[in-house]
């Protein structure tokens, strides 16, 4: 079952900083993800000014559980980084060719 995720981050003055102490492991993990054809596509939420304030992410796992257990050992969890994490039931369209999918199918 594919996901949406959408996940922001704390709105506080430090938030920035944690997110780019937590970046490389993050970035380690999506990798990891992608390789195992369980994040189809992420990227940053961008303010007004171009500053990264958020997430989003198509993600495909066989259940919610499994989905859950990524989010609980991401580390933009683990650090604080995601404050508002919104999960939504997704459907990639059928004319969207993403290797992802591909090793899935």
Not at 80 to 105: C, D, G, I, M, N
């Amino acid at each position: 079952m594919q996901w949406l995720v959408v996940a922001h981050d704390g709105k506080d003055e430090d938030a920035l900083a944690r997110r780019m102490a937590h970046r490389p492991a993050h970035l380690e993990g999506a990798h990891k993800l992608q390789e195992a054809g369980n994040l189809v596509m992420g990227g940053a939420i961008l303010d007004d000014e171009g500053r990264m304030v958020g997430t989003a992410a198509i993600c495909q796992f066989e259940t919610r559980a499994e989905l859950d257990h990524w989010l609980a050992t991401d580390p933009y969890v683990l650090g604080k980084v995601w404050q508002e994490v919104t999960v939504l039931p997704f459907r990639v369209a059928p004319h969207y060719r993403v290797p992802a999918l591909a090793k899935k199918s």
